[in-house]
Structures are given as C-alpha cells and as structure tokens.
C-alpha cells in the first residue's frame, strides 16, 4: 500500500468528486456502478494509480440493465475520502462530480418566434443543496459562474421523496468555454454535447449569413410583440381595471404574464394610456 502522502492530489480530488456523486464508500471499498464504460475506466486508473489495487471492471446486471462496476478494497484510501483532510483541487473535483451528476445538453428552441435560438445547458443536479453550493465554489475559484440551484419538477417514476435541484452554468460562450478548459468530462458522449455546444456560438468575425440569420431573428422577436404580447396585454390591463385593481406597475407586473418584458420597450404609463384608448 503507498503512503498517504504519495497520493497524487489531482486524483485524489477527482475520486472525491465521484464518490460525491455516483460512487460510493463501504467500510472497506470504494466503489462506483455506471454504464459508460470509459467513466468507470478513468474512475478505475485514478484509484489503481493511488493505491496500487489490482481489482477488475465487472459486469452487473440491474433492471434489465447492464451496469460497470469497480469496487477495490482500501481501508486507507476509504479513511482519508471520509476525513476529507486535504487541499480539494478544484478542477478535477468538479470533473468527477459533473461525470456523475452533470451533463450537457443542447437542442432547438421549440418557441413560437425562436426561430434558429438554441438551447444550450451545461448543469449537474443532486438533492443536497449544500452539496452544490460547495460544487459552485470550486467552480468559482476556476472563474465559472454558476446559477442559484432551482428545485426541478417531480417527474412520474422518480425514486425517493426528496426533490432534486439543478444547477446550472452561466448561459454563455465565455462560461462553457472555461468549463471545458478547467474541467470538461471524462465521458465521450457528454465531452460531445459540450464541444456541439460551443461550436454553435458565432465565432466573432461573423459571416453575412450569419448576420442575416440574427436580424432575421430578431425581426421574428418584434414582430411577436408587436402582434401577440402587446394585444394581449392591453386586453388584460383593462380587465385588470374593471376588477378594481390599482394599475400600478407591481400589479401589471405580477398579475400580467409578459407585462415586465414590454416594459423594456414602452413606458408604464404609454401602456396605460394605449390599454384605455382601445
């Protein structure tokens, strides 16, 4: 067995990130069960090269699902992951966590007047808010900025009672191009959705086509407002009045859904005096 103090702290931080996540510590073990083969291979080459385990990748079976697994014995290696009594590496401590509990994820936006917008997410998720609270510390001192983790829906099927949170990275290229270069993923598939994702920004010397795609979508934008919001809103002001409703703004605003977005356009009182003249 190698001394504690001949660990390599980068993979020690980064089993520590799994363990987090998708692996687990048994009183002897530390383990991990997944189904991509090359998440649990790295997992397996990071614990081998601290400890010089000989323990084998194995097949299991779970639900009618094939499953990787790698539980080598360490009682040392088990001792220093639950006292946590060392300097955390950031950048691959957040590798681990996100192989388990992250992905990326990008797609069309499926919105009428959205045409050509994309979708892009970069987020990991776990029902332990402070868990992710300490994730987007080390995510800050790497100078990646994340969003307030946000409880997400409880969707039919879901194991367990406790609801789960989303956090995400900061929708931007800036953001998802530090991701990638502090932290990225060990696994394939996910290394692919992330690089889709930052290939999809315009690159900064833009073509015409380019150009002509976002006015195109910004004309789309206007349009809707001009067409479908802003009708819709007036209709609603004067609703409002007639159930005796004050017309100030923190009523327009919370009561009227697109209210506070028109606001960036016209003044409260040009929306008034336009509901009231219809």
């Known amino acids: 067995m190698k001394c504690i103090t001949l660990w390599q702290p980068k993979s020690l931080s980064y089993v520590l990130g799994v363990v987090d996540g998708d692996g687990f510590i ?35 079976f ?6 990787w697994e790698f539980r080598p014995g360490s009682v040392a290696l088990v001792d220093v992951l639950r006292n946590r009594e060392f300097d955390v590496i950031p950048g691959p401590y957040c590798r681990g966590f996100f192989d388990s509990e992250g992905n990326a994820q990008i797609g069309k936006v499926k919105k009428e007047g959205w045409d ?13 808010v402070g868990l992710l609270s300490y994730v987007a510390g080390r995510l800050a001192l790497l ?16 194991k367990g009672k406790n609801p789960t949170f989303e956090m995400k990275i900061k929708t931007s290229k800036e953001s998802f191009m530090q991701f990638r270069s502090q932290v990225g993923f060990s696994i394939a598939r996910k290394m692919k959705n992330l690089n889709r994702i930052i290939e999809t920004y315009h690159p900064l010397s833009m073509s015409e086509r380019s150009r002509e795609m976002q006015r195109k ?9 001009s067409e479908v919001v802003l009708p819709r809103v007036l209709s609603e002001i004067v609703l409002l009045r007639d159930s005796g409703q004050k017309l100030t703004i923190r009523n327009c605003s919370r009561i009227i859904q697109g209210y506070g977005g028109l606001l960036s356009v016209y003044r409260h009182r040009e929306l008034l005096q336009m509901a009231l003249e219809v």
């Not at 050509?116 to 332990?128: K, L, Q, T």
């Not at 979508?217 to 407002?225: D, F, Q």
Request: aromatic share 8%; glycine share 10%; proline share 4%.
């Open 26 to 60: 048994t009183g002897r073990a530390v383990g991990l069960r997944v189904k991509d083969r090359d998440f649990i291979e790295t997992f397996a080459a990071h614990v081998r090269g601290m400890t010089g385990s000989k323990a084998k990748i194995f097949p299991c």
């Open 116 to 128: 050509g917008s994309w979708d892009r997410r970069i987020a990991c998720y776990s029902n332990d």
């Open 217 to 225: 979508g910004a004309a789309s934008k206007r349009r809707r407002r």
């Open 143 to 158: 100078e990646i900025e994340t969003k307030r983790p946000r409880p997400m829906k409880i969707t039919k099927g879901k």
């Open 62 to 67: 779970r639900d009618g699902r094939r499953y």
